[in-house]
Structure formats: C-alpha cells, structure tokens
C-alpha cells in the first residue's frame, strides 16, 4: 500500500487494552488508524512504556497507511511484572562480560511481541525498535522471518561487545538510586535524559518533566528495569545471523549517541543484506518531535520495498 495521505481526518486511536501472550504475561497495548491498513509493531526500549512512541507520532504513521500498535514490554508501563531478583553486582558482573544468569533473555521479549501479534491476529507486521526494541525485532526478523515484513531498528546494536558500546559514565546513572517517590524519579529522569538527549535537538525542561511524570503515574518497576537491562547485557552476538536476514531494512542512528555508540547502527546495517543506514547529525538517544518526519519517512519508506527486487 502506498503512503496515505496526510489530508484524510486524524487516524482514530483505540483505549489502552491488555492482551494475555503467556500465562504469566498480560501486555497493555494501543492501536492507531485502521485495522485493514498495514500492521506495524512499534518496540520501546530499557525500561521505556509505549507512551514514550509520542502520540504525535504514532498518529504520523497511521496516516501514512500503517495500522499502529504500540506496547508495554514485560515488566514496564502497565504490562505484567515478572519475578526474579537482580542485583548490582550481577549487573556490574555482566558489564565486566562475567557469566550471570537472566531473568529473561531478548528471546522471550521477542516472544512476547509475537504473541502479541497473535492476539492481534496478524500473521505478519512491519516492526520498528528503539534500543532495546530494535534489539528485540531484530530477535524477530532472525527467529521467525515469515512474520515480519520490513524492520527499522533505530539507535540500537548487534549484541557485539565491540560494537555499540555505552559510555561508561553512564553506568553509574542507569543502576543508582530506585527513585521511590515521583519527584524523585522525575529528578534522576531528567538528569539522564540531559546526559544521553539529542544535542542537536534539546528538550525543554517542560518536555522532560512531563514525560517523567507520565511515565511514572503509568507504573514504573526500579526491578523491571533492571531484569531488562540483564537481559540486554547477556543477549547474544546476532552478527552471523543477521546475514540471513532478507526483509527490507533500515537502521537508524544518532551520531551523538552516548548510550549506544553509532557503530552498533553501523555494524547492524552491515550484517543486514541491503540494509539502508541513516546517520542523524545531533540526534543522540532519544526520539525529538523535530525527527517524528524523519522516522516516519524511513519507516514507510522501508515498507514500500516489501516486494521490490533486491538489489
């Protein structure tokens, strides 16, 4: 289908609605525009709810002819918290590249997207991922390639040590204090996201608050997170099986990157026969309003090759 046009009415978008894709897992989702357009899987990242895919911009895709939904992983937003106790030296330990044992593995998130696309009863999607999320379609594309159509994977990795690396300053922040009160979480929310936003493209103190807030009356897990982030540090090198990717690809990445450095996007275009790479000046790890066109642009442009020859 090609890319609808912007001048129909605003897409509608559904109530925030719970699909169980496990017995142990309940997933809160939402939808955009209409059910018969082309499926699209918006994946957030570490510790990220689906509010953090902003309206605005799931509201851009849907009149561009995708049917929308966004999602709350395992263990963030209002989606099921899972068991299993993690601590900072396991975290510490799986930084230093020591054995540690998961909780869950990206395996299992990736799990939980299909099940979701179950529930849904969609046979396949176009997926995109931000971080984390571009983690887990990745995990899509290699485990089940039939039900994924076209993958974006912007400002994430291969699971290659050498590639995509986090600044280390960063560590510190990311396994600190577990912020159990609002203002607190809204303080340390705000101290990250000025450590790791888009220099080219900052946020207003206004903008940052109000998503801390946001994200924080929707429910946020200190432990969550954490499993989360064990389940990042212990996944996979996926190098040698991206290679047997054939869906139309396109990664995305900021070249201020200090969360995860701009060769993980490199080094994911380069493992993806055809995969196009989009190098963003000024955008670091977030997704600024100022980019909702460009994200948009390279999500339906990476749709609109399913079925093109390849080149």
Known sequence: MSARSSETSEPAASAELFAPVRPDVELCYQTFGDPDDEPLLLVMGLGGPMTWWDEGLCRMLAGRGFFVVRYDNRDTGRSSRMEGRVTRASLVRAFSRQRVRAPYSLGDLAGDAFGLLDHLGIDAAHVAGVSMGGMIVQTMAIADPRRVLSMTSIMSTTGRRTVGWQHPSLLPALIGNKRASREA????????????????YPETEEETRRRAEETWDRGVSAAGTMRQMLAILTQPDRSARLRSVRVPTTVVHGLADRMVHVSGGRATARAIPGAELLLVDGMGHDMPPALHQTFAAAIRRTADRVGAPRS
């Open 185 to 200: 979480y809204v303080k340390g929310s705000r101290q990250m996201w000025r450590l790791i936003g888009s220099p080219g």
